[in-house]
C-alpha cells in the first residue's frame, strides 16, 4: 500500500538539523504554484483552471536543563544520595489546508470566474454569530433587571 505524505512527513525521526530543514522544505513544497492552481483541462471549448487557498504552518520548540542535589530513592523519604543530571528534548510539527475556492472557465466569449461557495463555513458563521447574539441578549437583561 502506498504511504501517504502526510504519513512520510510526520512519522520520520528528525536526526540532526539538516534533516529537520529537509522535512520543512518539503513541507513548504505543497505550497507551490501546482497546488493553487490546477492543471488546465479542455471541454467543450472551454480550458477549466480551479483555484484553490493553501495555507501552510509550522511550529517547533526545544528546551534543555539540567539539576543537582538530592536525589530520594522510590518510595524513601529521605534522600539516599546527591543526584546529578541533564537532559533535553524538542519537537515539532506542521499542517497544510487546500481548499478550492474558484473555478476559472476561458473560453472564445471571455473569461468567467465562479467562487466556489462553502455552505458549511457559511452554516457555521451564522450558528456562532446567532449564539453570541443570544448570550449578549442574555447578559444585558440581567443587567438591566
Same mark, same amino acid.
Request: no cysteine; net charge positive; charged share 10%.
Given at each position: 500500500m502506498p504511504e501517504k505524505f502526510s504519513d512520510q512527513l510526520f512519522s520520520l525521526p528528525v536526526e540532526n538539523w539538516d534533516k529537520g530543514v529537509a522535512l520543512v522544505n518539503r513541507l513548504y513544497d505543497v505550497a507551490e504554484q501546482g497546488a493553487v492552481y490546477s492543471e488546465p483541462s479542455e471541454h467543450h471549448g472551454h480550458t477549466i483552471i480551479t483555484a484553490s487557498e493553501v495555507s501552510v504552518g509550522l511550529g517547533f520548540g526545544h528546551g534543555f536543563g539540567g539539576g543537582s542535589g538530592v536525589a530520594p530513592a522510590e518510595g524513601d523519604e529521605e534522600a539516599a544520595s546527591v543526584g546529578e543530571g541533564a537532559g533535553g528534548g524538542g519537537g515539532g510539527g506542521g499542517a497544510t489546508?487546500?481548499?478550492? =475556492?474558484? =473555478?476559472?472557465s476561458i473560453s472564445e466569449a471571455g473569461v468567467r470566474v465562479e467562487p466556489i461557495i462553502d455552505v458549511t463555513k457559511i452554516a457555521i458563521a451564522a450558528a456562532t454569530a446567532f449564539g453570541a447574539m443570544g448570550l449578549m441578549l442574555n447578559r444585558m437583561k440581567k443587567l438591566a433587571g
Open positions: 489546508s487546500n481548499r478550492p =475556492v474558484a =473555478v476559472i
